[in-house]
Every structure is written in structure tokens, then in C-alpha cells.
């Protein structure tokens, strides 16, 4: 026990002097006695330095996430578009029916051209021609289209 009063003894001697102990009572009480106030409760977390590091490299993850997302997206939708049938597809067909048809005419075997008949037609009267036959044709399914829900109706109506 002697040792350990020894040793108690000479760390009460070694006691450090406090440098500064009025300034630094003054400064925990301003501390102490000034209101904490909601913004600097919630925003507490802004003054630990490792979670603000972890946070700013976790967001800098989601913007890579993000934008490698927006690239994905942009390349399927490209892709799609490439796929996609658009609305003037039938115009388009329907113009190079036209086109087809004209052509077999035109350029149907020579020999055959001069022995059945002489008559020379131009290129556009044969596609006015054609695109007149197409428009009679699509008026005619039209009216066919428009008659079948009026039969329909009639059906309804009589079972």
C-alpha cells in the first residue's frame, strides 16, 4: 500500500496548471447558455467528418447509377425506334405498290409491248392511273367497313 500511496502521492504533485482556465469557462458557458435552435439540431450531422466523406461518395455513387441508367434507357429507346412501325408505313407501301405496278407495265418484255399494241403510255399517266385505282379501292373498303357495324347492329337487335 505504501507503493500505491507513493505513487498516488506524486501524481497529485504532477497535477498539469490549467493555461487559459478563464477563457475556457467562459467559452462552455457561452456554449451552455446559448439556445440551440431546430437548423443547428438538424444539420448536427454536418459537423462529423466521416459521415459528411461516406455521404458525399454515396451521392457521387447514385449520380453514376443515374446517368449509366439514362444511358441505357436512351440506347433501348433508340432500338425501339428503330423497330418501331410508323404512322405513314402504310402511305409508304402503298407508294411503292404503285411504284411495282407501274414498273411491271413499263418494263414488260419488249417483243410483247410492240406486238400487242402501239399505244405509248407516259410513266405519270400510268401512276395517275394506279393511284386512282388504289384511292377507289380504299373508298370501297371503307364502305365496306362502314357497313359491317351497321349489320352487326342489325343481329343485336334481332336475337
Do not use: C
Not at 7 to 14: G, M
Not at 133 to 154: N, V
Amino acid at each position: 500500500m505504501k507503493d500505491l500511496d507513493k505513487i498516488l502521492q506524486k501524481l497529485r504533485d504532477q497535477v498539469p496548471s490549467l493555461t487559459g482556465r478563464y477563457e475556457l469557462e467562459e467559452r462552455i458557458m457561452q456554449r451552455i447558455s446559448r439556445p440551440e435552435g431546430f437548423l443547428t439540431y438538424f444539420f448536427a450531422w454536418t459537423e462529423v467528418g466521416w459521415l459528411r466523406r461516406s455521404l458525399a461518395v454515396a451521392s457521387v455513387f447514385l449520380l453514376l447509377a443515374f446517368g449509366v441508367q439514362q444511358l441505357f434507357i436512351a440506347r433501348r429507346i433508340g432500338d425501339l425506334e428503330k423497330r418501331m412501325i410508323s404512322f405513314n408505313t402504310e402511305k409508304v407501301l402503298e407508294y411503292q405498290r404503285e411504284k411495282v405496278i407501274a414498273n411491271s407495265v413499263i418494263f414488260t418484255d419488249t417483243e410483247k409491248r410492240i406486238l400487242a399494241d402501239s399505244l405509248i403510255v407516259s410513266t405519270d399517266d400510268l401512276m395517275e392511273l394506279v393511284k386512282s385505282y388504289r384511292e377507289l379501292q380504299k373508298k370501297y373498303e371503307d364502305l365496306r367497313q362502314a357497313t359491317k357495324p351497321a349489320i352487326r347492329d342489325i343481329n343485336k337487335q334481332n336475337l
